[in-house]
């Protein structure tokens, strides 16, 4: 059973294309995180949300806690977002980490 | 401001040994967690510590342990190593809470032969 869902697994897009990555989860949450991984390894932490909505640049995080669903949007997407964006959660029993497989985006010049 | 350092980057083991890893956090955070990455299982949670106290901990057996130091500086330590402890290991500081915007090191990517 995986705590954390998101959708796509693989996005390949358009330079210039508005995106939208989803993630649901089952659990009773104090915070969600969005991740972004390159190759190489490398996590940045893009956004920790509890509430509401979060801009930072082009990303744009949501989050409705009644439905236990977020979203991460990049608009005027480019070739350097590509990357994997990982969906994390923090439960509020027992303080447990839970992540999301991943999606995958491509962004073709 | 220097950022999480872990080291080694890169480790060879084989099967049976025991590998200690070590975490830098930013300077005055307090927090520090832990996290193996692998291909089959994606990113998962090992531990966490705040003022050398673990304070959450994963669903790893026991042969993962580990620890906090004064200076905020954390180390983590598989014994009995198996091929599946084969991973990327990252360690991620926050500043003053456990659970706060973790900011992740480069990890440390083991192999176990």
């Known amino acids: 059973k995986n705590e954390v869902e998101q959708s796509p697994q693989n996005l390949t897009a358009q330079e210039g294309e508005f995106i939208t990555i989803n993630c649901s989860y089952s659990v009773g949450i104090s915070a969600l995180h969005w991740l972004q991984q390159h190759p190489g390894g490398g996590i940045v932490s893009l956004f920790m949300?509890?509430?509401g909505k979060k801009k930072h640049g082009r990303l744009i995080a949501t989050i409705n806690i009644q439905e236990k669903h977020s979203s991460l949007h990049i608009t005027a997407s480019h070739p350097r977002d590509s990357a994997v964006y990982i969906c994390a959660v923090r439960s509020n029993t027992g303080n447990q980490f839970y992540f999301g497989t991943g999606t995958s985006l491509t962004v073709i010049p | 401001k220097a950022g999480v350092t872990q080291t080694p980057r890169y480790l060879i083991k084989t099967r049976g040994q025991q590998v200690t890893l070590s975490c830098s956090p930013i300077s005055g955070h307090r927090s520090v967690s832990w996290y193996q990455q692998t291909p089959g299982q994606g990113l998962q949670f090992l531990f966490e510590y705040f003022s050398e106290t673990q304070r959450n901990k994963g669903n790893f057996p026991g042969r993962f342990s580990g620890r906090q130091f004064s200076n905020s500086r954390s180390e983590m330590n598989v014994s009995t190593l198996e091929l599946g402890d084969s991973a990327l290991y990252l360690c991620?500081?926050?500043?003053?809470?456990?659970?706060?915007?973790?900011?992740f090191g480069p990890g440390t990517r083991l192999t176990v032969t």
């Open positions: 949300l509890s509430s």
């Open positions: 991620a500081s926050s500043l003053d809470r456990v659970g706060g915007e973790q900011y």
